[in-house]
């Protein structure tokens, strides 16, 4: 009989990190210095903490419900089959959306600063487009070749990150990261929730959790390993980048500012190496995005939530892909980064929340403490509040993207359940996990 290949600790550790560190770092580094100042690093401190306290509820739901469907199938699981429960995946699927627009843009904006020296708009979004299609090609070619090409671009830019962040600590000027230049605690706290999407990704580990060789010990060290070392990248990336650059060349370069922050160790070399490092890094981003935003749009189309078309094959890829690689290219040329960035980071934020409110109902079968939950969902919740309310006071246009994507989401969501018919959601969207219940249910009547 055919059994599936079990995956051990360093696996799952490296599907965690490279869902982590992906074009997020490279995309809104600069957003975050330009609002939170010498306080970037304390920035990406904060929202990595709101990341590894929601890996509590991750962790425990990944042990009861072990299934391919990771998010979704905690979702269904807590809520059932309701609007509300459609709403939340229609959000992951959208905020999937966002994640590749956010890095076409900053694969647009340091190409064009690769080639041409400078931002040029018509080379961006010519750039966004390319890329975007390329990928979508790839991953219609089937998952070998998203998986080997995904090796290659993972080890570059994890090579390039670490050694730019250790290298470039010779050249800090420490006056730059002094407590005098560090912007108010709310403008550091929109900092650190604006580039929360760059922590987007550690749930990739759910979804392999039924494929985890020693679950119960190798899940846990995962889930917190993976999330703990890209906090000590982040911030290190974060210091470095402060330290290098006065705040009129952040403003200048906010857009591919990790490139400018290499030139005064490396010179003009350090800038060519890092925004090859970034075209690489978004592009793998693209890339495994795709292939999982390709996934979840088939599971939900399955259960009920997206029109057939999302599931229906094209080569060896699901038609979903094509329709989400559009939608993300009318997303990043339409929007500009920070709209994006709010989107993104109000998106998965608002998931995180309802997963760990999903974990607090579920406490007695997760075997939770279900305050870490409810405290990790609060936090959630408050920084979605601040995000919200800094914006609507000091930037409103940063919040179109937002409210476009709640308002579609849930209209989609709504209008499609209420008036077409197809199956309603299943009790289980992985049915590896519906026959395993099944058989404990079984085991217990007898």
Known sequence: MFTRRKIGFWEA?????????????????????????????????????????????????????????????FIVQAYGNTVFAGWINTLLLVSYIIMLALYAYAFGSYGSALIMGHETLWLEQLLIVLVLFTFVGINLMGAWMTGRSEDIMVFIKLAILIIFSVTCFFTIDPQRLALDTWKSPLSIMTGGLIIFLAYEGFELIANTAADI???????PRAFFWSVFSVIVLYVTVAVVAVGNLTPEQVQK?????????????????????????????????INATLYGGGRVSYLIAKYGELPEGFKHKVKNGYEGMIIIGL?????????????????????????????????????????????????????????????????????????????VVVVISFLFSYIYRLYRDHEPLSEYIDKRLERQEDRKSMSADR
């Open 327 to 403: 939608a993300a290219v009318i997303f990043a040329t339409m929007f500009n980064l920070e709209n994006i960035s709010v989107a993104g980071s109000f998106g998965f934020l608002t998931i995180f929340a309802f997963v760990n409110l999903a974990n607090f109902i579920r406490y007695e079968e997760t075997n939770s403490n279900r305050w870490i939950s409810f405290i990790a969902f609060l936090a959630c919740i408050a920084s979605v509040v601040v995000l919200i309310g800094y914006n609507f006071i000091h930037n409103p246009t940063a919040l179109v993207s937002t409210a």
């Open 13 to 73: 550790y490296s599907i965690g990190v490279g869902g982590m560190v992906g074009g997020g770092i490279f995309a809104v580094l600069g957003l975050t210095i330009t609002l939170a100042g010498g306080g970037a690093p304390v920035a990406f401190l904060m929202a990595g903490l709101i990341a590894l306290l929601t890996t509590y509820s991750y962790i425990k739901l990944s042990l009861r419900y072990p299934s391919e469907g990771g998010t979704i199938e």
């Open 213 to 219: 060789k020693e679950p119960e010990k190798n899940i």
């Open 253 to 285: 370069a906010k857009d591919y500012v990790l490139a400018v922050a290499a030139e005064p160790f490396f010179g003009k070399t350090g800038f060519i190496v890092i925004a090859i490092a970034a075209m690489l890094s978004t592009a793998s981003a």
